[in-house]
């Protein structure tokens, strides 16, 4: 992908598709983690003398104008952040808006209204996406959390641009998780939790030929658990999944990859975040409990493996960290990950979140602002915002 870098901003008009889906509280931005992200490129552009446009959506609105998803919020806080004024548009297209466009000087800022106010630009519209590449002389990507979506913003609109390259953000997530997948050092060591084993398949089988070690946690460890034999109680498990839990356990000892599992854990008899916490100290989960954390014994195991690793790479959370009694596993792992000696990586809204609430945010090498995107990367998959810009290349 060409990069933002290697393109003449001055005196053009500059289209940047970023990522400001970012949590709203009482009309208040709640989260500014993807804001923050954004704003090395955006300064790069008004610092060599761009007319910037930036355009985001925010939440779904599903193509209809709702107030409670406007990005002006977002554009106070962006402007406070950048420290410049940052002129809202009242829509994405139109009249007024390309006559506000046009009037830009170079070095301001101008953010468009949600771009999902519009059904066209999740239906990847060709006349929308037109609409949107007549605001610019150059197209910059810097959107990497939606670079898995094939919108008019991400994907329809880089063929109908004169210019088009990846932005800062964009470049480095890419660098980030792509050497993951191609030139990780060794012992490279996953750390894979969350809900669903479904939901991780094709990342667990495209790094089965790479990883040294997954350390497996959440609720997708008791489908594996249950595969294996050992019984877990009225804990989460995906029935329909197990004969593939077994299938990539096999496949994992064939490629000489270890597979370590929770050998204890913190039960509760509800999924309730009042619930009394339960230590159960083997493998093995009494009914009728079910497991919501990986227990102590499991977090010495993880944390030892951890600190011996020369390449991280977390994805999930432990158990159910939003909840006190039931944080201490998920905590564990982002200490043991920002102190790990090697080079880490973490990926995943959630586990983005616990990073954030463990306070070692700052610790670790590279923290991926996509959810999806990031997953869909590592499983191997051409993301469509990406592979425009490398079709298209101008």
Partial sequence: MKSIEELELQGKRVFIRVDLNVPLDHGKVADATRIEACLPTIRYA?????????????????????VGLSLKPVAAEL???????????????????????????QGEV???????????????????AAQLASLCDVYINDAFGAAHRAHASTEGIVAKVPSAAAGLLMLAEVEALTSLIDSPARPF?????????SDKIGLIGNLLDKVST????????YTFLKAMGVEVG???????KLDLAAELLSRARAAGVSVELPSDHVAAAEFSETAKPVSVASADIPSPLMGLDIGPATRTRYTAALARAATVLWNGPMGVFE????????????HAVADCPGHSVVGGGDS???LAKSGRTADIDHVSTGGGASLELLEGKLLPGIAALEAGDK
């Fill in 46 to 66: 008004c610092e060599h003398g761009a007319k910037v446009v930036l355009a985001s959506h925010l939440g779904r609105p599903k193509g209809q104008v709702q």
């Fill in 79 to 105: 402007e406070r952040r950048l420290g410049c004024k940052v002129a809202m548009l009242e829509d994405c297209v139109g009249t007024k808006v390309a006559e506000r466009v046009s009037a830009l000087s």
């Fill in 110 to 128: 101008a953010l468009l209204e949600n771009l999902r106010f519009h059904p066209e630009e999740e239906k990847n519209d060709p006349g929308f």
């Fill in 189 to 197: 060591i996953t750390v894979l939790g969350g809900a669903k084993v």
């Fill in 214 to 221: 997954l350390l497996i946690g959440g609720a997708m460890a």
């Fill in 234 to 240: 009225t804990s989460r498990v995906e029935e329909d």
């Fill in 323 to 334: 909840w006190e009694a039931f944080s201490e596993g998920t905590l564990s792992i982002a």
């Fill in 352 to 354: 983005v979140a616990a």
